[in-house]
């Protein structure tokens, strides 16, 4: 089963070798300035801009390119190189000749994050979640405190699922408990990023034994940070969902009364059945 991780954007943090102030080497400068114009270039890319360049895109990739070619044939034992540029291709779409320049720069150092992450990306969307688990878990080794990393464990978890428990190494409550601890660090480390509170308060839906309080306390957060009003009745949806899991059909009546966006009628219709078909106490 293939893994599809959420492509997000991710700043490139390349860990360059320096000392003291002034002491940046060669090869460090190269490296920076490299890492500057590319992402410099993705993230125009990304924009979408109907005035984007394409013929000046590919140019100026094929420059950056040819600059890392020029770095590491100068510098062939220079890890950070191969993590970056293994990195760009995988970007553009050559995951062949990305996955060898990331496996590369980890034979050289293992102890680059991004590069673990990146091969763990590449072995989850090859239908391999065993072999990448281990390079998510390196990569939150050394990097601890960078949310991307817990988010995608908790994603190949999630989706892998059957591949996990099949393996025989844990069990359903042991996995759902550990994918919603990843997303869990994910939200805690970086709360102002909507996709990984929000799939945090979804995890709460899979675990064996819910905390139906804590999802609610979640929900409510979430709707206080929605930046639309779908968004914010979206999660009062959810919100819903939760108090007549508890068994508060009063509360969830007036939160789903507050659900008037069209696009969410359907969603809102579901609970109103599942209100309707539970005998009053």
Known sequence: MKSRLLCLALALAVPLARGGEGSESLPDRTLRQLVERQQSLLAEAAKGSAHFDEDNFQLQLQQVSQGYELLLRDNPDYAPGYGAYGYLLGKVGMRKQSIAMLLKANQLDPDQPLVKNQIGNFLAEEGKPLEAAPYFLAAIRLAPKEPLYHYQLGTLLHEARDDFIRAGEWTPEALAHSEHEAFRHAAELAPDRLEFTYRYAESFYDLTTPDWAGALRAWGALEEKAPTDVERQTMRLHAANILIK?????????????????SLQAQKQKLVAQLAAKPEK
């Open 246 to 262: 508890q068994g508060k059909p009063d509360h969830a009546r007036l939160l789903l009364a507050q659900v008037t966006e069209t």
